[in-house]
């Protein structure tokens, strides 16, 4: 059985575990204050999960979620992640994050700033651009004709297949982008981000399907 790890356990974090737990897999959440203060969500999530410290969900996890503010993405522990594919949801938000030089010039995009800290792994960048009440509720069997999409990036191709194959099995098709130098394609303030799964003010959001953020992506402008 496939164990899903979590660093980082909030909103998107949470969501995408009550998710894998719907299809079956093992998750293991983790936050910054311990996983004492996880006891409620792996109470809800039930048998199939357990808290740890980020470590622990680095080392468990045969694909592992980094789901943190992006400003905390240096303490995302590296070592326990070699050799793993890692999703990577994070958005920079300078308002929240604080300033980063790279990300401000538009040299390098948040997602290759994370695979440069976590140079061991394979990144690939999933989830960052559906608000996470959407993300839980558009989630449809394969083959759904209502079926959502999401964009992905990333390096390694194996890792895409990989991260493909998990979405697919908790509800989603996904759109290949391309490489993580692509990944501003789909984030804050692109036509792919948030608004193609309807408003947030609707909890419940609208069908996007592969077609729709395809094109989305295509239309981003630097
Ligand atoms: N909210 C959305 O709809 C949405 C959608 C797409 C993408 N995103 C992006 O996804 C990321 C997470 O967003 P979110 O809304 O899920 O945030 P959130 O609800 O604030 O959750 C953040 C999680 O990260 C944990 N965390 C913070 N620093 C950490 C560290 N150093 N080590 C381990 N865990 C740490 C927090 O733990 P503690 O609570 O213990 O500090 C918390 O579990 C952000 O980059 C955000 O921009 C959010």
Redesign the pocket.
Known sequence: MTTIGF???????GTVARLAVAAGYDVVV????GPE?LRDLVAELGPRARAGS?ADAAAAGDIVVV????R?YQ??PAEPLAGKVVID???Y?PQRDGQFAELDDASATSSELLQRHLSGSRVVKA??????KHLGSLARPSGAADRTALPIVGDDAAAKQAVTGFLDAIGYDAVDVGALADAWRFQPDTPAYGTPYGSFSDPIGTPADAATIRAAAAKAER
């Open positions: 660093i980082g356990s909030g909103n998107i974090g983790s936050n910054s204050r203060t980020a789901s943190v503010p992006f905390a303490a995302v949801t994070n958005n938000y989830f960052n651009n559906i608000f996470f």
